[in-house]
DNA sequence: ATGTAC
């Protein structure tokens, strides 16, 4: 069998080491730690980090990273299988920034009208069979924002980026859609929470079909950017696009393990964002250091505080509906769906400045610059 | 998170 909980030699192997990077000043939920704590335990694990933005999945915890050897974890990875960031420069520049008109004509919803399957080809992508949701931003926390350069921290390092202050960027937020989804229930039918031993035949196939998740995510969070910058009338540039739900070999001390990664950005990839909510700032950060001691991996965002139950009712019962598209910044929100406009209100996410400054105190970041919202797209579909 | 469930 190549179920890692079936397997007795992996029981007595020493318990995974577990880390939760934060300071005392950053509140983690202690059903957060729990859950870093109950994975750590599997069959395999070798180190279990928790990074700021820590808090509880259904099962495993979201802001977390997770290295093993012999044995691979798809549920570790979830069913978001290659969701993550991507960022581009946008050749407008900010005084032209038009973010009502733009709230009002902005629609990505629905299929995109153009020639789908050329994308991707152009792309180096092969269709997956979920190609109606390619370039739809989906739900949750997935979002398509454009911003403004609020402040440089780093002259040097954001102009080897290519970036000038007073242009505009498109940050995108989205993932594989109804693939990984897919992708993670034919796991799940058979093998529920367990593992799959490395190199066996279903180890192969999941890792197959989650390499072209990833791709195919990278692929969609284009085609979203390709359609908003179609929207305002702009042309982009991608400085960088980052995956924060995957699994991918890496060799630790000359020995091969896999590095899962649960809503934690890559630290060995060059810079990336980790945006606040949608009224808050976005963190333009270098990584700094080995990553050995954080499995490779940075926070990927602010982290929720709230349930989106509490956020529904909590926010539902302060604020109207419309008020709540406008932000501390002045940015506009594109976000028909009423619950989900309450679920993500700024109020519901921790502040992205602790969780920053979390990463920097710990050895493992530099910012290079922070990014304001602009407008915030969600969704134009009404969902209720 | 999700063409969202029996």
Not at 304 to 328: C, D, I, N, V
Request: contains cysteine; glycine residues 12%; neutral net charge.
């Amino acid at each position: 069998m190549s179920t890692a909980a079936e397997n007795p030699a992996s029981s007595s192997a020493p318990p995974a080491h577990v880390r939760v990077i934060a300071s005392s000043q950053s509140w983690i939920e202690g059903e957060a730690v729990r859950q870093l704590e109950a994975m750590a335990r599997l069959p395999g694990m070798r180190l279990a980090v928790g990074l700021p933005d820590l808090h509880p999945g259904k099962g495993a915890p979201v802001g977390a990273a997770f290295t093993s050897e012999g044995f691979l974890y798809p549920y570790l990875v979830g069913n978001d299988i290659g969701c993550g960031m991507g960022l581009w420069d946008v050749d407008l520049p900010a005084r032209k920034a038009k973010p009502e008109r733009w709230a009002a004509k902005l629609d990505l919803e629905g299929p995109w009208s153009g020639d789908v399957e050329g994308f991707l080809h152009e792309q180096g992508v092969k269709s997956s069979g979920f190609e109606m949701a390619l370039g739809t931003v989906g739900g949750g926390n997935h979002f398509a924002e454009v911003q403004r350069v609020d402040a440089v921290h780093d002259a040097e390092a954001f102009a080897a980026l290519g970036l000038a202050v007073d242009r505009l960027l498109l940050l995108v937020h989205s993932g594989s859609r109804g693939l990984g989804e897919a992708i993670l229930r034919a796991h799940v039918d058979r093998h529920a929470a367990g593992g799959l031993v490395e190199d066996s035949a279903e180890a192969r196939t999941y890792l197959a079909r989650h390499d072209h998740a990833v791709a195919w995510g990278r692929a969609n969070r284009a085609l979203v950017a390709r359609r908003v910058l179609d929207g305002i009338g702009a042309q982009g540039r991608r400085v960088l696009d980052v995956c924060h739900n995957s699994v991918t070999p890496c060799r630790a001390g000359g020995r091969m393990q896999w590095l899962h990664r649960k809503g934690a950005a890559p630290s060995d990839e060059g810079p990336v964002v980790i945006p606040g909510s949608r009224g808050a700032l976005s963190y333009l950060v270098a990584p700094v250091g080995d990553g050995t001691g954080s499995a490779h991996s940075l926070a990927h965002g602010a982290g929720r505080k709230w349930t989106r139950t509490a956020a529904r009712e909590r926010m539902r019962e302060r604020f109207t509906a419309e008020s709540l598209t406008r932000t501390a910044f002045k940015s506009h929100v594109v976000c028909e769906n009423k619950d989900l406009l309450f679920e993500e209100a700024p109020p519901a996410y921790k502040a992205i400045d602790r969780v920053v400054t979390d990463l920097v105190e710990a050895g493992l970041v530099r910012v290079v610059a922070t990014l304001a919202p602009v407008l915030t797209y969600k969704t134009r579909s009404q969902g209720e």
